[in-house]
């Protein structure tokens, strides 16, 4: 018996797959270590390895690239874990729950109207093997 003419259990099966792959500090590690690689990052930040910029993440810390490093953290956490909650996931970084849903809300519109950001959305969606929802919006 195929089980996937029940709407919505192809997908539900697909997204558990992937959480059981990309577990949320293998999110935040990939994240980080593409970051690095961000000359922005560099310039500002002196770390040598991503386990420092983690550490630098989960801090209160607002220098210049940590917030919206952040912010891409939130959005695709959420994405592959949709039932970590956003108060969890505010703790793991000391920060308040509405600073997560802020923080999302803040990366889709930039991913929407900056190219640079949308290409680099691009890459993570296609790393962490989950489909792009979000659209380029030029103005």
Excluded at 33 to 49: A, C, F, I, S
Excluded at 106 to 127: A, D, G, I, P, W
């Amino acid at each position: 018996m195929n089980y996937f003419h029940i709407p919505g259990l192809k997908d539900f099966v697909i997204m558990k797959q992937l959480s059981k792959l990309n577990t949320i500090e293998s999110i935040e590690l990939r994240i980080v270590k593409q970051k690095m690689n961000d000359p922005q990052v560099k310039k500002k930040l002196d770390v040598d390895n991503p386990e420092q910029l983690l550490q630098l993440l989960k801090t209160r810390s607002r220098l210049r690239p940590l917030p919206f490093i952040k912010t891409i953290i939130y959005y695709f956490v959420h994405e592959i874990h949709p039932n970590f909650g956003c108060i969890s996931m505010g703790r793991r970084f000391n920060r308040d729950h509405s600073t997560v849903l802020v923080g999302k809300t803040e990366y889709m519109n930039r991913v929407k109207t900056n190219k640079k950001v949308f290409s680099q959305h691009l890459e993570f969606c296609h790393s962490f093997g989950i489909k792009n929802k979000l659209q380029l919006i030029l103005k």
